[in-house]
């Protein structure tokens, strides 16, 4: 059985699928805009990742895990990396990751950790089906503090997100 359409037809359907298309774009893009804009926050951690983690920050692409003697930052590369990229995964279905570890050296292994800038926001986690796994309201911070860490030397980290650009942690 075939179908014919007219020629106006198919045309129509086209202009309206790439303004459908167009529309998402810039709304992708304003999202984008938008989270940007956003503070970078630090959540205090309560169960939602590894134990040896004191606070932790999450963004686009990132996680930064904030110890008690180090700071990890774990960066993802795009799953829309060119093929070249990705030569020798093909198919894993997971994202190549970079760990950076930062640590004091010799500094104090048990410095005083707080946050600081309470952000208005909470985080939650629904992990599973036992509310016992849950974490709810969990404290989002601003900067957070790390003091003694060397005699009379503090460590405070805190960032931003400047337009058109990725986080920056201080």
């Known amino acids: 059985?075939?179908?014919?359409?007219?020629?106006?037809?198919?045309?129509?359907?086209?202009?309206?699928?790439?303004?459908?298309?167009?529309?998402?774009?810039?709304?992708?893009?304003?999202?984008?805009?938008?989270?940007?804009?956003?503070?970078?926050?630090f959540e205090i951690t309560q169960g939602q990742t590894d134990g040896r983690a004191k606070f932790l920050?999450?963004?686009?692409?990132?996680?930064?895990?904030?110890?008690?003697?180090?700071?990890?930052?774990?960066?993802?590369?795009?799953?829309?990396?060119?093929?070249?990229?990705?030569?020798?995964?093909?198919?894993?279905?997971?994202?190549?990751?970079?760990?950076?570890?930062?640590?004091?050296?010799?500094?104090?292994?048990?410095?005083?950790i707080e946050g600081s800038d309470q952000l208005p926001g909470k985080s939650n986690y629904f992990i599973g089906n036992n509310p016992k796994n849950w974490r709810v309201n969990v404290s989002n911070f601003g900067r957070v503090h790390y003091s003694g860490i060397y005699p009379r030397v503090d460590v405070v980290y805190y960032g931003y997100r400047p337009r058109n650009s990725t986080a920056r942690l201080y």
């Open 57 to 112: 920050s999450r963004g686009a692409g990132y996680n930064l895990f904030l110890t008690s003697t180090e700071a990890v930052l774990s960066l993802e590369q795009s799953r829309g990396a060119p093929e070249t990229e990705r030569r020798g995964r093909k198919g894993s279905g997971r994202a190549k990751i970079d760990v950076l570890r930062m640590k004091l050296v010799g500094a104090n292994s048990a410095p005083k």
């Open 1 to 41: 059985m075939r179908i014919k359409l007219d020629k106006h037809v198919v045309v129509i359907a086209v202009i309206t699928a790439f303004r459908a298309n167009r529309r998402y774009q810039q709304a992708r893009l304003s999202a984008n805009e938008a989270y940007g804009k956003l503070p970078l926050s």
